[in-house]
């Protein structure tokens, strides 16, 4: 059987314009690639009839398989399903079924059903109709004889994922060959050109998983895909390269399927069972933020300070205590010593970020400071070196704990 495409068009303006995020696009994009499916093309039209019927008409020339979402409300500008029935040459006929639903929910609310809602009963003539359990527009699949279909679901975020895992999975399950799996290997203190080159004939070489590189604010990763007749073959696939990255990156690869550092230092702490404290200037608190958001990280931050200088933090800290050192790396290692104290933690981290985008850090762990200092252009946002000065910090910290493992019982399998 050849391969399927898909395609993935989202509509509304509020897309197109930017009112609301995309994510129907990242979760049906990544839902696709688990099934095995090739997704080639995504595009994003407003509520405009003319322009939609080009776009499907387009994608339906280059995909087998169109995956619609939204447009399929009761009002004026809800426009999707008319387009598309009009496309496959369908009258729009009322499916008492899904009538019969609307009128249950308006009589279950205790709401007269407006006129408008009668709109959502009218179904592409022949049309496969999938029901809504979490909203009231039903979803469609409209197929014609050449074995082009178009898969036509709500805007609506929790609806749209509701009605995809249990009406569309199945449907699209059948067209499937083999499955793919990613696994995501997370890469910190090299940039993304410097770990391409360090793996170049893995990247050039690979067919089967494939390897692709990425940047992101801080750190890199890199993406390694198989395809397998399941979900077990294709992690086999990818054992051998994950830990052929590994050996070759060393300390430089904080984790494989984790979703971000501070994850990975969750598993540290957790792992050498320690507690840590955070003072920062300059970074509006994002290091003990970051840390905090993660599930499962509760009991492992002690209480932290953030401030717009290190003198401020001091003063909080200490009022009685003189000034700190002019190197902002010793005043760093002084504080974070200082936190240790004061909040009764073995391991306490100390970030200073000033109006130049200067910035200096220092992790303290059981009496023994380390710190480091670095610089971005002045130009640069200062979101963007806040992200770095953490990303810094946290990867300073992260060393330390592995140290502190392989030193009792060795690396317990962090990866």
Request: proline share 6%; aromatic share 4%; charged share 25%.
């Amino acid at each position: 059987m050849p391969r399927k495409r898909c395609e993935i068009l989202c509509v509304g303006t509020e897309l197109l314009l930017g009112d609301i995020l995309n994510t129907n696009a990242r979760f049906l994009a990544q839902e696709l690639s688990a099934l095995g499916l090739d997704l080639y093309y995504q595009t994003v039209v407003g509520d405009n009839a003319r322009r939609l019927e080009e776009a499907v008409r387009q994608a339906l020339t280059r995909s087998e398989f169109l995956l619609i979402t939204g447009g399929l409300g009761p009002t004026s500008d809800d426009i999707t399903k008319e387009v598309v029935a009009r496309v496959f040459d369908r009258p729009l006929i009322i499916h008492e079924e899904s009538l019969a639903a609307l009128q249950a929910f308006y009589e279950t609310a205790r709401r007269p059903m407006p006129k408008n809602n009668e709109k959502q009963a009218l179904t592409p003539e022949g049309a496969i109709v999938l029901e809504n359990p979490q909203g009231t527009a039903p979803g469609y699949i409209v197929e014609d004889e050449t074995g082009h279909a178009a898969i036509l679901m709500p805007g609506p975020p929790r609806e749209m994922k509701a009605m995809f895992r249990e009406k569309v999975v199945p449907y699209l399950r059948r067209f499937s060959k083999g499955m793919l799996l990613s696994r995501m290997v997370r890469v910190i203190g090299l940039g993304e050109s410097r770990m391409a080159e360090m793996l170049e004939d893995l990247i050039v070489e690979s067919v089967n998983p494939t390897l692709a590189p990425y940047a992101r604010e801080g750190e890199a990763s890199l993406r390694v895909t198989a395809r397998g007749d399941s979900q077990e073959e294709a992690r086999r696939l990818t054992e051998p390269v994950v830990e052929e990255i590994i050996a070759r990156l060393g300390r430089h690869v904080y984790g494989v399927d984790v979703d971000n550092l501070e994850t990975a230092l969750t598993g540290l702490l957790k792992q050498t069972s320690l507690r840590v404290a955070f003072a920062e200037a300059g970074t509006a608190g994002r290091a003990a933020s970051r840390l905090l958001s993660v599930p499962g990280a509760r009991g492992l931050v002690a209480p932290s300070l953030s401030g717009e200088s290190l003198e401020s933090l001091l003063a909080l800290l200490d009022p009685g205590a003189g000034p700190l050192p002019e190197n902002p790396e010793e005043a760093c290692i002084a504080l974070a010593r200082m936190m240790c104290q004061k909040q009764a933690v073995p391991a306490a981290v100390a970030i200073s970020l000033n109006d130049k985008r200067q910035y200096a850090y220092a992790v303290c762990l059981a009496g023994h400071a380390l710190a480091l200092s670095g610089a971005s252009p002045a130009q640069r946002d200062l979101a963007f070196v806040r992200t770095q000065a953490v990303q810094a910090a946290y990867d300073m910290l992260r060393h330390r704990l592995l140290d502190v493992l392989e030193e009792g019982e060795g690396r317990r399998g962090i990866f």
